[in-house]
């Protein structure tokens, strides 16, 4: 069809429609002696009148019912298609830097009203395609999961990040899988690594993503990476400095979440060995606390909390998590 002639552009909501502006070359002589395209023919000896240069007085109105059908067309289609993705909630048209504030985030999309981190809402452990899906189809506004390398530890062991918590080293569902599920929505993400070698890969992954379509959401990463003196020592951590050094390298523009094994207490120890590797970082710092111990180890995390602006807490709850820069 010749609608594609038709110069448009949106805006304020409304389709405006440029007036098509035909524009007449001149056609060798040859051509306007043969008669096609003259713009005074004789007719059963009557003058017949031509416009634009070849086009007969019906020709032309054919042409201007054509283009008036395009504008109408696209007077009706352009605003209900906006108008869907206004009220559709899962289209992620938000614009937001992965290294936002979650809470931010949350109030921006217009899931929650205020910056009140008992208002979000968490789902945990959304790994296989299963938990995935009940995770995506919840009124949970984050998502955590796991990751690890399929085969983790094993002869199978395989350089393909998934979604999967120890002991499982498999997986329905890969990290691949589970960014394209998640990004079609609005839904915050939190990546748990429960293994270094993962990590790299991940964060690979992760500026792909962000380079293709957009991931327009804050990214939390989350490793243990110290522990309290009750965890055995044959239960491994992340080794920190390297995790870090890997998310500097790789995809620096996230929130660091990061914790301690614990069994059953937070000491000056403990966060005195947090603050000597995080205290240099340029990024957003959460420290994920059980709610369990948290008010024995009150003392010691608000000293914690007290050295940078840019360090806050996550309580975790059984049931439910909420983020707090001052828990009680």
């Not at 109105?61 to 059908?69: C, I, K």
């Not at 060995?273 to 995390?301: C, E, N």
Request: some cysteine; proline content about 6%; hydrophobic content about 40%.
């Amino acid at each position: 069809m010749y609608l594609l002639s038709l110069a448009v552009r949106v805006a304020a909501g409304a389709a405006v429609v440029r007036p098509l502006r035909l524009v007449h070359s001149p056609v060798p002589s040859q051509s306007r002696s043969s008669g096609n395209c003259r713009r005074m023919e004789m007719e059963d000896g009557h003058r017949k009148r031509r416009y634009l240069g070849c086009l007969s007085k019906k020709q032309l109105l054919v042409l201007s019912g054509v283009a008036g059908l395009g504008v109408l067309l696209v007077a009706i289609i352009v605003p209900t298609v906006l108008l869907s993705r206004e009220t559709d909630p899962s289209v992620p048209d938000l614009s937001f830097a992965t290294d936002g504030d979650m809470l931010d985030f949350l109030v921006q999309s217009g899931t929650i009203k205020d910056r009140d981190g008992l208002q979000a809402t968490w789902f945990h452990r959304a790994n296989s395609k299963d938990e995935m899906n009940r995770a995506l189809a919840s009124e949970a506004m984050v998502l955590e999961a796991d990751v690890t390398l399929q085969g983790y530890g094993t002869p199978a062991q395989k350089p393909i990040p998934i979604m999967a918590h120890p002991p499982n080293v498999t997986s329905d569902n890969t990290l691949d899988q589970w960014l394209d599920a998640v990004l079609n929505t609005r839904k915050g993400i939190k990546l748990d690594f429960k293994s270094l070698a993962s990590v790299g890969l991940s964060l690979d992954l992760l500026l792909q993503k962000n380079s293709s379509r957009g991931i327009h959401r804050p990214v939390w990463l989350n490793a243990d990476v110290l522990k309290d003196p009750l965890v055995p020592g044959f239960i491994p951590s992340i080794n920190g400095t390297q995790f870090l050094e890997l998310v500097q390298e790789k995809f620096p523009n996230v929130t660091l979440s990061l914790g301690w094994m614990v069994l059953g207490i937070y000491n000056r120890k403990m966060v005195e060995g947090m603050y000597a590797l995080v205290k240099d970082l340029p990024q957003r710092v959460t420290f994920p606390i059980h709610s369990l111990f948290v008010r024995k180890g009150w003392p010691h995390i608000s000293w914690l909390l007290s050295q940078s602006s840019r360090f806050k807490t996550t309580v975790i709850q059984e049931e439910f998590t909420t983020t707090s820069t001052n828990p009680r």
